[in-house]
């Protein structure tokens, strides 16, 4: 069902809010972060967010991570540059990991072939996961802290790295989990729940495709946004599935593209992680 009726260019980053009750979502190509009740837009480039308190969420943009005050609606200065110097490049999909640290993805404006990477932001510090990435998506963690996943969408396939249990920090290189690099859709934006099973957006597939942790497609999950874009979880107990999409390249077509859905019920979701700064 729709969630939200108003359709997003490039609906991203969706962030259930434990504290709040509360969903925000991105339209990157707007430049705007939504919610409910109020919409905010800003003079760069949002993409993605974490939780910090009740008031505050860290919010990624094409140049830095900024706190941002809900009640105020104000957007800080950047804490730390993110690219700041890369006219190319904007942030793209984000997610805070269970030590506190936040994980964001960069990607070139126009999908430049291996102008991004993958970041982990934690105590004021800002480190490369992975270099040479086309189109970031797909941050998200396993219950159990064991690992971190990402996507190069350009390149079809979900990555998997060893986490350390204490710090946060890849204790490896990133190997290859779940190949769909011969499927007609792209792995967009991602979360695994509760039980381990990867909740996967097909940008072109109008569909959250389940995997369970041995990498084996489960469930599809039909919504009426072609260009899926990414999921989260949330609700009281953890089991709406809230979806967003995207009208870009599809701007010709009538529909639902581009807005944002809820799936009642779907499955056990993880609590997102609190940024800690």
């Known amino acids: 069902m729709i969630y939200d009726e108003r359709p997003c260019s490039l609906g991203e980053g969706p962030l259930w809010h434990p504290e709040r009750q509360e969903l925000f979502w991105f339209d990157i190509n707007a430049n705007t972060l939504h919610s409910k009740a109020q919409s905010w837009r800003f003079d760069c480039t949002v993409s993605a967010a974490g939780w910090v308190d009740t008031d505050h969420l860290l919010i990624a943009s094409d140049h830095g991570l900024h706190l941002f005050d809900i009640t105020s609606g104000t957007l800080g200065a950047a804490r730390i540059a993110l690219d700041a110097e890369?006219?190319?490049?904007?942030?793209?999909?984000?997610?805070?990991?269970?030590?506190?640290?936040?994980?964001i993805g960069t990607m070139g404006r126009a999908a430049e072939p291996g102008a991004g990477a993958i970041y982990r932001y934690h105590r004021d510090e800002l480190k490369v996961i992975a270099p040479d990435i086309t189109i970031s998506n797909a941050i998200c963690f396993a219950p159990d802290k064991s690992h971190g996943c990402f996507t190069d969408t350009a390149a079809g396939q979900i990555m998997r790295v060893a986490l350390d249990p204490v710090t946060g920090w890849p204790t490896g290189k990133p190997e290859v989990w779940i190949d769909l690099s011969s499927e007609s859709f792209g792995p967009d934006g991602a979360v695994i729940d509760a039980e381990g099973n990867l909740w996967l957006a097909g940008w072109g597939a109008g569909a959250v495709i389940v995997y369970n942790p041995e990498g084996r497609e489960i469930a599809r999950h039909a919504v009426p946004g072609r260009h899926t874009t990414c999921p989260a979880f949330g609700g009281p107990e953890l089991r709406d599935l809230y979806v967003t999409s995207a009208t870009q390249w599809l701007e010709d077509e009538t529909g639902d593209h581009g807005k944002t859905f809820v799936i009642r019920n779907a499955g056990q979701g993880q609590r997102e992680h609190q940024v800690i700064l």
């Not at 890369?86 to 994980?103: E, I, K, L, M, Q």
């Open 86 to 103: 890369n006219p190319v490049t904007r942030s793209n999909d984000g997610r805070a990991d269970p030590w506190g640290g936040f994980w």
